[in-house]
């Protein structure tokens, strides 16, 4: 008989320690996360029916519920990524036989547009509009297309620029349309108030702002929201990201809880210390915090002589800066500088912008004016390092 039936040996690389290396995450997520949402997660283990795990999910929901500014009973964080909770937005509110509008600011309206379109429900795109400008959504489109739900993105992380909501949420209730939001990139660092803003389904994501990881994405659904899923036709496709199950085991509906599937336990304990740090500083001051090293990072870019992609200074998102790749320079050889010799992360564009904007994200514990003289410092280095290069 053969000594072992193991056919497959331990992975020589696994049994070595664990490394990961100290890292400055300026890019559009994820940022670092303070250590005090680190912390969270070196707590034990508990059942995910426990009644502490329970109270730890409930104050995860009063903190999702003061960072949306909204009284929705349905509130909860989806197990799973910003695309889950785009999924489960999509998936829960519309059927086949309903039609998305969906505003397109850059790739994250085009990835909401693949998802819908993936559902088997119609998708109405109101013309190309990848520019870099604030979409401008008419009443027209609303009247033509007569869509169930309209899609935007409030902080489009690949273009930098962020959308407006004003008026949208009541135009979109005249028409008979829900006003589904995609906050992942802009929660906590520019202003969005789901229920004076009139949003149906809003959703975020933990490794932005809330500077926590990923693996549980803050959602929320209006009474009007909840109304059409409770008169959907259909099933929802998925079981696991079934809000309405969900709701349940979140307490969502009362004090009863239905076992659903087992939370990621840690997960939900960093981002209840990141939800905890929003809601100690304060919604206004973490805008105005963010605002203002975007505004004092813009101004440094330009005293760099860059270029920044966004022209109106209303439509730039704080969280994320979108600045133009100059002529002369190799986009991958500035990144790769930065990253080698200050150990920072900025990155690349994403859709629309590959190849033309760096993209520098200032998100929550990484919004701060030393970090923005970290960046420029360190870019003031690259562009030279490449001009040197030409030479
Ligand atoms: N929407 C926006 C605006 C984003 O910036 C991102 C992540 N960059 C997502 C959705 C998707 O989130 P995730 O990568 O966590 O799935």
């Known amino acids: 008989m053969a000594a072992t039936q193991l056919r497959v040996a331990p992975p020589p690389r696994l049994l070595q320690p664990l490394a990961v290396p100290q890292r400055l995450l300026l890019g559009p997520g994820p940022s670092n996360a303070p250590p005090r949402v680190l912390a969270a997660a070196t707590h034990q283990l508990l059942g995910h029916m426990h009644p502490e795990m329970l109270q730890i999910m409930d104050e995860v929901k009063a903190g999702i519920q003061y960072a949306f500014q909204?009284?929705?009973?349905?509130?909860?964080?989806?197990s799973g990524t910003g695309h889950c909770a785009m999924e489960a937005a999509l998936f829960n509110v519309a059927e086949p036989s309903d039609s998305v509008l969906v505003g397109i600011n850059g790739i994250w309206g085009e990835r909401a547009a693949d998802v819908a379109a993936r559902l088997g429900v119609r998708v109405r795109v109101p013309g190309p509009s990848p520019a870099p400008r604030a979409l401008a959504l008419s009443v027209q489109g609303l009247v033509r297309h007569k869509?169930?739900?309209?899609?935007?993105?409030?902080?489009?992380?690949?273009t930098g620029v962020l959308q407006p909501l004003e008026g949208l949420g009541e135009l979109c209730h005249r028409h008979g349309c829900l006003l589904l939001v995609d906050s992942v990139a802009s929660l906590g660092g520019a202003p969005i108030l789901m229920d004076q803003q009139e949003i149906d389904?809003?959703?975020?994501?933990?490794?932005k702002v809330l500077g926590a990881p990923p693996?549980?994405?803050?959602?929320?659904?209006?009474?009007r929201a909840r109304e059409k899923m409770l008169r959907r036709k259909t099933k929802p496709p998925s079981f696991y990201l079934d809000m309405l199950c969900l709701g349940s085991y979140w307490g969502c509906d009362g004090p009863s809880r239905m076992y659903h599937h087992t939370a990621p336990i840690q997960s939900l304990y960093c981002l209840r210390e990141g939800l905890a740090m929003l809601a100690e500083q304060g919604l206004e001051k973490s805008w105005v915090r963010h605002r203002a090293n975007c505004v004092s990072l813009c101004q440094g870019l330009q005293e760099l002589g860059l270029e920044l992609?966004?022209?109106?200074?209303?439509?730039?998102?704080?969280?994320?800066?979108?600045?133009?790749?100059p002529e002369d320079c190799d986009w991958k050889e500035i990144v790769t500088y930065v990253m080698d010799k200050y150990s920072i992360e900025i990155v690349g564009g994403l859709g629309p912008t590959a190849g033309k904007v760096f993209r520098i994200g200032l998100m929550g514990y990484n919004s701060t004016a030393a970090n923005v003289d970290r960046v420029l410092q360190a870019l003031r280095d690259a562009l030279q390092h490449c001009h040197r290069s030409k030479l």
């Open 70 to 78: 909204t009284r929705n009973a349905l509130s909860l964080a989806v």
């Open 309 to 325: 992609f966004v022209k109106e200074e209303k439509a730039r998102l704080p969280t994320v800066t979108t600045v133009k790749v």
């Open 201 to 207: 389904i809003l959703y975020s994501g933990p490794q």
């Open 147 to 158: 869509p169930t739900v309209l899609f935007l993105a409030h902080g489009e992380s690949s």
């Open 215 to 223: 693996g549980s994405a803050p959602i929320s659904f209006s009474e």
